[in-house]
């Protein structure tokens, strides 16, 4: 089992900056990949950013350079740096797990980008 605990989300004003973290516990070591993943209101889920265990990154073309997906080096905190936010940002931001075959969900933060 991975218990995830994400933070960070918060009103911000278009072109400001945002970092996200997501704690994980429980199974850890079972981590293969790490992502962060968006979800606005009327839309499915989508991928922002993921990271490997082997510490490869792949980011959704929508991030356009704006966005860094990182971890810790006790690879039990991920983070999601959120630069130039938009208003087309404003989503429930997740943090997934994905160990030994089972994804795993956090309950999500908010951003809100004002204009």
């Known amino acids: 089992q991975v218990q995830l605990v994400e933070s960070g989300g918060e009103l911000v004003q278009a072109g400001g900056s945002l970092r996200l973290s997501c704690v994980t516990s429980?199974?850890?070591?079972?981590?293969?990949?790490m992502g962060w993943y968006r979800q606005a209101p009327g839309q499915q889920r989508e991928l922002v950013a993921a990271?490997?265990?082997?510490?490869?990154?792949k980011y959704a073309d929508f991030v356009n350079h704006r966005f860094t997906i990182s971890r810790n080096n006790a690879k039990d905190t991920v983070y999601l740096q959120m630069n130039g936010l938009s208003p087309e940002d404003t989503a429930v931001y997740y943090c997934?797990?994905?160990?030994?075959?089972?994804?795993?969900w956090g309950k999500g933060t908010l951003v809100t980008v004002s204009s």
């Open positions: 990271i490997s265990n082997g510490g490869g990154t």
């Open positions: 429980g199974n850890i070591f079972s981590i293969d990949v």
């Open positions: 997934k797990a994905e160990a030994l075959g089972r994804d795993y």
